[in-house]
């Protein structure tokens, strides 16, 4: 297989992937970042390809990992050095409840339910509703509680 094609192929999927975890499985990724998994996931597969040999040499599969560090490397500095360009490796915070209610929109746009947001709100010491003031869905799949100040 020539160069450029595994060059493509690593970049097409890498993308794809990306995308994906950044629109799809938003509240799945942990307190990993996006890129992080999606890094890990694809290291350990084209790793294993190229161990296996299902690639004609392990060269190809170095070159296929070379593309996958790139592309992982360039969106953290670029993330890094450019914060207009964390939109596209962070999602921004999604509010959940507001003043004491939940936003229902935006637990469906989440695929969350209020059972499993009130379970979370637990956690932070919350026993009623009414004592939040704003809970936001985080980047990392964590939910942030502000409390109603009393």
């Keep these: 297989m020539p160069v450029g094609e595994l060059v493509i192929r690593g970049t ?3 993308w794809f992937l990306f995308l994906v975890f950044r629109f799809v499985l938003r509240r799945d990724t ?3 970042g996006i890129a992080d998994v999606l890094f890990v996931a694809l290291v350990a597969d ?3 390809n190229g161990m296996a040999g299902d690639y004609k040499t392990i060269t190809e ?3 296929l990992l070379g593309t996958i560090v790139f592309w992982n490397w360039t969106l953290d500095f ?3 050095r450019f914060r207009r360009f964390t939109f596209l490796t962070e999602p921004p915070p999604l509010l959940l409840i507001k003043n004491g209610r939940f936003i229902h929109r935006n637990l469906r746009a989440a695929f969350l ?3 499993e947001v009130m379970s979370s709100l637990r956690e932070h010491e919350v026993a009623h509703l009414r004592q939040v003031a704003h809970a936001y869905l985080e980047s990392s799949g964590a939910i942030s509680v502000m409390k109603v100040d009393t």
């Design 30 to 32: 942990g307190s990993l």
């Design 78 to 80: 670029l993330a890094y």
């Design 61 to 63: 599969g170095l070159i």
């Design 46 to 48: 084209a790793a294993q």
């Design 12 to 14: 097409v999927i890498y």
């Design 113 to 115: 339910t209020p059972t």
